[in-house]
């Protein structure tokens, strides 16, 4: 069987903390990627969905700073973004609205060209406050913005558990790769998780995980684990268009069954508990 392929009831993280949950705050999940358009905030919209429906209280939380997408793929208008976090005085729980199902969205903001290059004081500031984002949440999905800058690899260091979204177009490969090498020669995951979206069929899915799993194989320490493929569908974008996640409009099709097996991997996930020094390192690396 191949390495990235996660065998029956293997552990999506070590299990260190397994009785009191709520002792490590919510738990956060980032989904990213190294190219943009590949279907992140498509992908986190519907899986915070997904997580819902199965019962978790999720809280999506849209770090493409300045650009956020998520909150019109919901359909929703939040009066408040980050903005108002980073450049006034609200909080994050003063920020966060009500969704579909339940959940909690924190809108990026956008239209705001500042946002998009966060100078050190408030990127440390934004990372101090998800650090202490303690609602009573389970999960935090983190739609991460694409790419290596430090916006986006803060949040990426600091979550718990990270989603790599690529396609089979060989440039979200390769810059799915450079992501992965600043992971991995940082030693901030062990491991990470990876999407494979847009792809034709079943065998594309599998050739594109069999790609990048090769190349960190050969040069990075860090392990993939496949979390599942999602068809090129126009439905995907019909979703999009018509603001209603295609996992509450059509939840029998292949896409929303795509996300429900990654929902219930996550689901079926356990905690670890930050190692000493762990923000600290994070702060002077990306704060
Ligand atoms: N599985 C898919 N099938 C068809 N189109 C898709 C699929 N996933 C994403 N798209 C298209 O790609 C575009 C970008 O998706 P989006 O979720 O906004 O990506 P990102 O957040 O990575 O920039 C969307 O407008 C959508 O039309
Ligand atoms: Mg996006």
């Known amino acids: 069987m191949k390495q990235w392929l996660p065998s029956t009831g293997q552990k999506y993280r070590e299990t260190v903390l397994k009785k009191d949950k709520t002792l490590l705050g919510p738990r956060a999940i980032a989904v990213a990627s190294g190219k943009g ?15 819902a429906i199965m019962g978790n209280k999720v809280t999506l939380f849209d ?12 359909g929703l208008i939040p009066p408040y973004s980050l903005y108002e976090v980073l450049y006034g005085d609200m909080t994050l729980e003063d920020i966060a609205v009500d969704g579909p199902l339940g959940i909690r969205v924190i809108s990026g903001g956008s239209g705001l060209l500042e946002m998009a290059n966060l100078d050190r ?10 650090s202490q984002y303690n609602n009573q949440d389970e999960i935090i999905m983190i739609d991460a913005s694409a790419g290596i800058n430090k916006n986006v690899l803060g949040f990426v260091a600091a979550a718990e558990e990270v989603i790599i979204v690529v396609t089979p177009e060989p440039t979200s490969l390769t810059d799915a790769y450079a992501l992965i090498k600043i992971l991995a020669n940082f030693k901030l995951h062990a491991e990470v ?26 040069f990075l320490d860090i392990k993939l684990n496949f979390l599942g493929w999602i068809p090129e569908d126009k439905l995907v974008s019909q979703a ?18 795509s996300i429900a097996g990654i929902a219930e991997y996550l689901a079926e996930g356990t905690r670890s508990v930050p190692k000493e020094g762990f923000w600290s390192k994070i702060m002077g690396l990306f704060g």
């Open 37 to 51: 358009g590949v279907g992140k905030t498509s992908i986190s919209v519907n899986l915070v969905l997904c997580l």
């Open 63 to 74: 770090a493409d700073l300045g650009l956020a997408n998520a909150e019109v793929m919901l």
């Open 121 to 130: 004081t408030r990127r440390q500031r934004l990372l101090r406050m998800f």
């Open 240 to 257: 999009i268009k018509s603001q209603q996640p295609f996992i509450l409009s059509n939840p029998n099709s292949p896409a929303s069954k």
């Open 193 to 218: 998780g990876v999407v494979v979206n847009r792809a034709g069929d079943r065998r594309e899915a599998m050739r594109t995980m069999g790609r990048i799993s090769n190349a960190t194989g050969r």
